[in-house]
């Protein structure tokens, strides 16, 4: 079982920056590839970005790639560096933890998940 808990989100500007968090409890944190998703107001949930188990690797969906920054640390915490913001950035995001390769992009693999952190960038 892992647990995931999200901070970081707020209110910005576009153009502006915001690093999210994600701490992680539980067993076996490391041996998880943990993501990134975002769901937007009236939209479906989308991936955001991966990185795997070692750090090593990283993958970004195209609409993010360049502006967004996926890490993780020893402490069982992943953050998401986000910088030139912009509105259709808003939504709510979530951490996850899947069993799998990094490539992996559908939601429906990622077995735990936070309860989400709201994010907003106003125009």
């Known amino acids: 079982q892992v647990q995931l808990v999200e901070s970081g989100g707020g209110l910005v500007q576009a153009g502006g920056s915001l690093r999210l968090s994600c701490a992680a409890s539980?067993?076996?944190?490391?041996?998880?590839?943990m993501g990134w998703f975002r769901q937007a107001p009236g939209k479906e949930r989308e991936f955001i970005a991966a990185?795997?188990?070692?750090?090593?690797?990283q993958r970004y969906a195209d609409s993010v790639n360049g502006r967004f920054t996926i890490s993780k640390d020893s402490k069982n915490t992943v953050y998401l560096q986000m910088n030139s913001l912009k509105p259709e950035d808003t939504g709510v995001y979530y951490c996850?933890?899947?069993?799998?390769?990094?490539?992996?992009?559908?939601?429906?693999?990622?077995?735990?998940w936070g309860q989400g952190t709201q994010v907003t960038v106003s125009s």
């Open positions: 539980g067993r076996t944190f490391s041996t998880y590839t």
């Open positions: 996850a933890a899947l069993v799998g390769p990094v490539e992996v992009r559908r939601e429906n693999e990622y077995r735990y």
């Open positions: 990185i795997s188990w070692g750090g090593g690797q």
